[in-house]
């Protein structure tokens, strides 16, 4: 870079303020990581809710349970930096609609996903262009749902999908060094949701589909504050802002009619979980089971808010 | 061809007939003895020629060229960084006397690296950088590379790059990981990649520290003496057994379900009908020497995307010149969908939870699949 | 496999059904338009009221279990569909396919053909009753469409968002193919009513107006009015009183 020499540059390669932990330290509480309050295998409330973008063929509006300290700190708060934070997304599907004039023929309903958070939906502020890993989530989303969509029964057409993201899952306590663990934990969270209110929007705009594909996550995770050494345990639904360290972590996009699974993401080191007596699954089965199980309870919620918005559409009328 | 691009398999899908595709997927899911359309057994990897070393100006270089004529090129380079942010939260905590082993916890993961020193680029051509088929490319082989954190022994360079990029608490490596492909992929080009960029990390040597501690670094001018980034010789072959590994990057093997078959290493014409595919990252264990996950990932099957055939019986063309009776809808025990035989239809819905397991376990058994690509590559390297 | 749930015929079906809900097995039932099939089994493919067509004793033996893409209410036409001409092929989406009547507005004429993108996909039973009110498509206010659609000022970029067509010069009308004059069958503007002969190529359909019944149903004149028809190749302005040449559609 040159310098500009009319004036009295500064030193070069820049200071930056220090931070103080300590501040946030005082006595406030707000540093308290939050705890898991759930059983191992319980998941939090899911609201789900169809048709509520007049002019999409298709919506829906997800948001997650807040977890039991985020609630507190919601109705008492005691520090300005929430503990965590809770999964809140709209989903909006437009078409059929032709394809773009430069597109080639496809007898397939051609799927375009795109996944932008809101700047403000993480602590981090995102850009309005969206980065490689909005990208990435949109290839996982569009995975998850071609396997679902009956897609020989829409010749020409396009679907486009879109999905904001208002509040974004943390990927550790915010707390932590950002260096502690950086595998972007959260974001599976997020896929899990993406999914499962992009099926309920798919089936809001009337496309066909196999089954209501709804998204899991499980996580192996070591909480024990005594170190490492304690085995990992096998976590369903977790919320990384409640755990110390996670080993290893894994989504699924699942068809419970079929028992089939149309997107898979798992990483990390799932060798060393830690089963019950006589599980004979090594740990990246266990894990994906969990998940699977977990996205069986999303499920349950996705097939009820989509027979809610029938009935009530058709008691309308 | 823009929306094509934007679909990470679209751009996959091959221009086979519904009759062709048909034929491909019955000879291939033939009962315990698929047949490829170039004989290869299913776990038999196509054949390819690499070279290590081959650019001058990077820490690290390797070429892979497979058969057809689709080449690879990886570039690493190293530079040094000054660590910013973490090391001063942990400054100030310990000045302002926070419990001790709190702020030794935060010192520890801070010395354990971070995932965005590594930064991968893919170049593909006729792609735009910012496709979706080279982000999630580069997504996948990136978060195998440097995963694998958090356990005790991350001082033990399991598996994960960044803990060998901190250099002390105050500067660290960063590098970038340049793939280039040499022209248009011809098929699913993660094996290709992968396998490229675990020759060109191999390869990669790091200049000598000379500097010591906190310090700010400086470097041994003589490229002979400088480092291997994955040592030749595992640090913890001290404590175990004598035949215990080396340290090694991870690969990235791509696996097909068709039928009851499970295919590795498959080729464009594989690919188009291929129930399920998925994209299995595995590494060494330095521990205990066998091999380890570190990620799974689903690819979209192009296969959804393809033309369906016509049964006769529904053929206006053919109404009546043939007996419906012929056309008689078996189940397909893999898909649990009803087909005529010899009549293509597009894959839908997803993969069984045992074929994923199955496929897993190919990979990681003793003697697998995932056991002789390594040893496959660790062949390579010794030129 | 669960068993029992298909022997007893319509008594174990539920009214309502979601995407992946098993609904009775292909021996009692033939899978129709909503519906796939899957392990044997009928299951629903979108979410809406399950209807069961009963069978035709000519052709079939088994009643066809279908879900409705319209809710019940919007349209009785699930009577009404025996009366119109019998549909070889089941629907399973509401795009555009041979033989469906549709209503689209001209785009651009050229000397060969006419460019239209296509507004409203009638179903094949209100169409041929010409009933516009029981329309059973996914567009709920036909009337307001076609208005907003004919409006000079909101012949906007909206077009993208619409499935594109072709009328060639030879498919305007059934006589005198030869002698036809584009400009004077359509202008960019009018709402033709058309039917699909051809899904044509990546981007266009292809339709024909060689019927009485097909044809322009509304168009403005050039100074801006809405004109009525006098004959099948004229419609006049009210106001002023001058005729225009167009391919008119029988009015009733």
């Known amino acids: 870079m040159m310098a500009d020499r009319r004036r009295i540059n500064g030193p070069p390669g820049g200071t930056r303020p220090a931070v103080f932990a300590s501040n946030s330290q005082s006595g406030t509480g707000a540093t308290t990581r939050a705890q898991r309050q759930r059983q191992p295998s319980e998941l939090r409330k899911i609201f789900l809710k169809t048709g509520l973008i007049p002019t999409a063929s298709g919506s829906s509006y997800l948001e997650f349970e807040p977890s039991a300290s985020l609630a507190a700190a919601r109705a008492n708060p005691k520090s ?235 008691g309308q009328l | 061809m823009s929306n094509q691009r934007q679909a990470s398999s679209a751009s996959q899908v091959p221009h086979l007939s519904p009759a062709e595709l048909s034929y491909l997927y019955t000879s291939l899911s033939l009962p315990k003895s698929s047949i490829r359309p170039d004989g290869r057994s299913p776990t038999q990897f196509r054949p390819l020629t690499a070279e290590t070393n081959i650019l001058p100006g990077t820490n690290g270089s390797a070429r892979v060229g497979f058969a057809d004529g689709t080449q690879a090129i990886v570039g690493v380079k190293a530079e040094v960084e000054k660590t910013v942010l973490s090391n001063e939260t942990v400054d100030a905590r310990s000045e302002f006397g926070i419990s001790e082993d709190r702020g030794e916890q935060e010192g520890s993961a801070a010395v354990g690296g971070h995932g965005s020193w590594v930064q991968m680029s893919i170049e593909i051509p006729g792609f735009r950088d910012d496709d979706a088929l080279p982000v999630f490319l580069s997504e ?64 990669t040597k790091l200049p000598k520290l000379k500097s ?143 074929v994923i397991a199955e496929m897993v376990k190919t990979v990681l058994k003793k003697g697998g699949v995932g056991e002789e690509v390594l040893e496959g590559l660790e062949g390579v390297e010794v030129s | 496999m669960p068993s029992g749930a298909g022997n007893t015929m319509s008594t174990s079906l539920p009214p309502v059904a979601i995407p992946g809900q098993r609904l009775g097995s292909v021996s009692v039932y033939a899978a129709g338009p909503g519906t796939h099939v899957q392990q044997a089994n009928i299951y629903a493919s979108i979410a809406g009221p399950v209807v069961v067509d009963p069978a035709q004793p000519k052709t079939q033996t088994k009643s066809t279990l279908r879900v409705s893409r319209i809710l019940p209410g919007i349209s009785q036409d699930v009577v009404a569909a025996p009366l119109a001409p019998a549909k070889p092929k089941p629907r399973y989406n509401t795009l555009p396919a041979v033989d469906s009547i549709v209503l689209a507005r001209v785009t651009r004429v ?38 907003s659609a004919a409006n000079p000022e909101n012949h906007s970029s909206t077009d993208e968002l619409r499935f594109q067509a072709l009328i060639r010069k030879e498919d305007v009308r059934a006589v005198e193919k030869d002698r036809v004059v584009m400009d004077e069958m359509f202008r960019v503007g009018d709402i033709v009513r058309g039917s699909v002969i051809s899904l044509g190529d990546q981007s266009f359909y292809y339709l024909t107006t060689a019927r009485n019944d097909l044809g322009v149903v509304m168009a403005r004149s050039e100074a801006g009015n809405m004109m009525f028809p006098v004959s099948w190749k004229e419609m006049r302005d009210p106001v002023t009183g001058t005729g225009e040449q167009r391919k008119v559609a029988r009015p009733f």
């Open chain 1, 80 to 314: 300005l930096i929430p503990p965590s934070s809770a999964l809140k997304l709209a989903c909006t599907v437009h078409g059929p609609k032709p394809l773009p004039r430069s597109a080639a023929f496809s007898p397939n309903l051609v799927l375009t996903t795109h996944v932008k958070y809101a700047p403000f939906a993480a602590r981090r502020r995102k850009g309005h262009i969206r980065d490689s890993s909005e990208r990435d989530l949109g290839v996982h989303l569009e995975t998850a749902l071609r396997g679902a969509i009956i897609a020989e029964r829409w010749p020409k057409s396009g679907l486009d999908i879109t999905i904001t993201i208002l509040e974004a899952e943390d990927d550790r306590w915010w707390g932590d060094a950002p260096d502690s663990h950086d595998a972007s934990w959260g974001m599976m969270n997020v896929l899990a949701g993406c999914i499962t209110a992009a099926s309920a929007a798919i089936a809001d705009a009337h496309i066909d589909c196999l089954d209501l594909v709804a998204g899991g996550v499980a996580a192996l995770v070591s909480d024990e504050s005594a170190g490492s050494s304690a085995a990992p345990k096998l976590m369903l639904d977790t919320d990384p802002a409640e755990h110390r360290s996670i080993l290893s972590a894994c989504v699924v996009g699942y068809m419970p009619a079929r028992d089939e699974i149309t997107e898979l993401w798992l990483k990390g080191d799932s060798s060393k979980a830690s089963l019950e007596d006589g599980d004979k699954r090594t740990g990246h089965e266990a894990l994906i089971d969990g998940a699977v199980d977990a996205a069986r309870g999303a499920h349950t919620v996705l097939a009820e808010a989509v027979r809610e918005s029938l009935l009530s559409a058709v």
């Open chain 2, 212 to 354: 010591q501690g906190e310090e700010d670094p400086f470097f041994d001018d003589d490229w002979a003496v400088a480092e291997y980034l994955y040592p030749r010789v595992s640090l913890s072959s001290a404590k175990h057994s004598a035949r215990s590994p080396f340290v090694r990057p991870p690969v990235t093997l791509l696996v097909i379900s068709v039928g009851e078959n499970i295919i590795f290493d498959p080729n464009r014409e594989e690919i188009a009908v291929a129930d399920a595919v998925l994209a299995i990252s595995i590494t060494r264990d330095s521990e205990a020497g066998n091999l380890k996950l570190l990620s799974i990932r689903t690819v979209d099957p192009p296969s959804r995307l393809t033309q369906p055939g016509i049964p006769n019986s529904e053929n206006v063309n053919m109404l009546g010149a043939v007996a419906s009776t012929e056309d008689v809808a078996v189940l397909n025990p893999a898909t649990g969908e009803e087909e005529v035989p010899g009549v293509w239809r597009p894959r839908r819905g997803g993969v069984k939870r045992s």
């Open chain 2, 140 to 203: 996948m082989m990136r978060e195998s590379l440097v995963g694998a954190v958090g356990s005790a022994e991350a001082s033990d360079m399991t598996g994960g790059l960044k803990g060998r990029l901190v250099i002390n608490k105050r500067w660290h490596w960063r590098l970038y990981i340049d793939v280039l492909l040499l022209s248009q992929p011809l098929s699913y080009p993660l094996p290709l990649l992968s396998l490229t960029t675990h020759l060109a990390l191999l390869s």
């Open chain 3, 110 to 147: 050229q000397k060969r053909q006419a460019t239209v993108s296509i507004l409203v996909v009638l179903d094949n039973a209100t169409a041929s009753t010409g009933d516009l009110s029981k329309l059973a498509s996914d567009n709920d206010n036909v009337a307001s469409i076609l208005t």
